[in-house]
């Protein structure tokens, strides 16, 4: 899917991610152990969570590295259950060579397994001189650095038709409580407010972590990513009540609660951007813009654009990131060719690849900015590469893949019956924190 997945930074207008410096272009040569086509004959097997138009965007970049180095490739998309997929290939023999991780937290229980090789040097010195030190951070446990972060996500644009919002005469809102004002007169204009993407787990955990990080602050968002603070505190339910405002408003959101809940992601941005709208909103990361541009043919900027997600109860604007770290599997039979895809995929001229196509950020900080192909996506990636040093990365990513990366369990289940009962936040609260609990100490 597209996840994902998944920083607070306080005051961006267009979006904020974080990586230091600025854009300059350029792209390093791979190392494939002896130069161009070293590698034919060979093939790497990548595994991750892209279907649909994300799987064929990185299989450009694919196709690009096999032009540069001869080493053919093959992709294996796993769902959302990439831990679970990776793992019984591993079990079963069949290792894929190198994964994409979307998860902190698959990443870590990737590397206490004993799966996963070190970045080589060559990997290492790109990371240290192409990204800001938060994505080696994320990417590294106990000081060793295992993933690269290949693919960005910025988790807090709320994507619109501007039509719609003309034709309800309606401003794109500052606030969270101007947001479902707004979203009621556009519903009083004949479509619903929200497209609500409520079959995909994820999309609600998105959801939450907005809420929670503008209402209760970063502070407390850090606690309880590391499971620090309990689940019941009073700062969850809070969040929780604030959510359920939108969710209790079946005018709000198209196809009431139990539409939501039957609509994929995918699904909630044809709602909006299809070629019949039943939405004039849909909340999800900058990868929207991707499946507006490719499926539905829509121009950035002109037929699709966002706000920022809208400050909630006098707190600072949030900005939710993640991302997808490249990781080297040790039973890969492929690890050499493996190696150097990483290797490669930390230049500029990997990233530009993917820009180009759309729907897509990066967190190399040497992108050159001209590679993205709309002014919004240029924006988006100006305002990612001079935010700094200050990432803090999608909360369920961060968790345990049993309480924030499983579909049908854990917080996304716990979530999507939230949505279809929002009457009860403390008994919800109570809920997750059991849930976390168990899959903490796991």
């Given at each position: ?22 854009a300059c ?34 299989q ?8 540069k ?16 997929v ?8 069949n290792?894929p060579?190198?994964v994409m991780?979307p ?5 870590q229980?990737f ?10 040097k ?24 295992y ?9 807090s ?10 034709q ?38 998105d ?52 539409g ?68 080297v599997?040790?039973d890969?039979?492929?690890s ?6 990483l ?40 305002s990612l ?57 796991g």
């Open positions: 899917m597209m996840r994902r997945r998944s920083t607070l930074l306080t005051g961006c207008t267009a979006l904020v991610l974080a990586l230091g410096a600025t272009g350029g792209g390093g040569p791979v190392s494939a152990g002896g130069g161009d086509k070293a590698l034919s004959g060979q093939s790497v097997t990548v595994a991750g969570v892209w279907s649909g138009t994300e799987q064929e965007n990185f450009k970049v694919l196709d690009a590295f096999t032009e180095t001869g080493a053919k490739t093959s992709f294996v998309s796993t769902g959302d259950n990439v831990s679970t990776v793992g019984s290939k591993i079990e079963g023999g290792a060579d190198v991780v998860q902190v937290g698959v990443l229980q590397a206490a397994k004993g799966w996963l090789k070190p970045l080589s060559t990997a290492q010195q790109s990371v240290d001189g192409n990204f800001a030190d938060v994505w080696k951070s994320y990417g590294s446990v106990d000081g060793t650095l993933g690269l972060y290949f693919k960005a996500a910025h988790k644009t709320v994507w619109f038709s501007p039509d719609a919002l003309a309800a005469g309606v401003e794109p809102p500052k606030t969270y409580d101007e947001m479902l004002k707004a979203g009621q007169t556009v519903s009083d204009s004949g479509l619903a407010a929200f497209s609500v993407a409520g079959q995909d787990g994820w999309t609600l955990t959801w939450f972590e907005n809420v929670y990080l503008s209402q209760a602050g970063p502070e407390k968002y850090d606690a309880l990513a590391a499971h620090e603070l309990k689940w019941t505190d009073a700062s969850v339910v809070e969040a929780l009540t604030t959510l359920g405002k939108l969710f209790k408003d079946k005018q709000l959101i198209e196809g009431g609660r139990q939501a809940l039957n609509t994929d992601f995918p699904g909630s941005v044809e709602k909006v951007f299809g070629p019949k709208p039943e939405a004039g909103m849909v909340y999800e990361g900058d990868f929207v813009a991707g499946v507006a541009k490719d499926q539905f043919g829509k121009e950035i900027g002109k037929d699709a654009d966002f706000f920022p997600f809208p400050a909630v109860a006098g707190g600072e604007a949030p900005v939710v990131s993640g991302g997808d770290a490249a990781v599997l040790k890969g039979k492929n050499k060719a493996g190696t150097a895809l290797e490669y995929l930390a230049t500029p001229e990997a990233a530009a690849v993917w820009a180009e196509a759309g729907g897509f950020l990066s967190p190399n900080k040497k992108l050159d900015l001209a590679s993205y192909g709309d002014d919004v996506s240029r924006a988006t990636a100006k590469v001079d935010a700094g040093d200050s990432v803090r990365f999608d909360m369920s990513d961060q968790a345990p893949a049993a309480f924030g990366g499983t579909k049908g369990t854990g917080e996304w289940k716990i979530l999507q019956d939230f949505l279809r009962d929002p009457s009860d936040p403390k008994a919800t609260a109570a809920q997750l924190e059991a849930a976390a609990a168990k899959a903490y100490k």
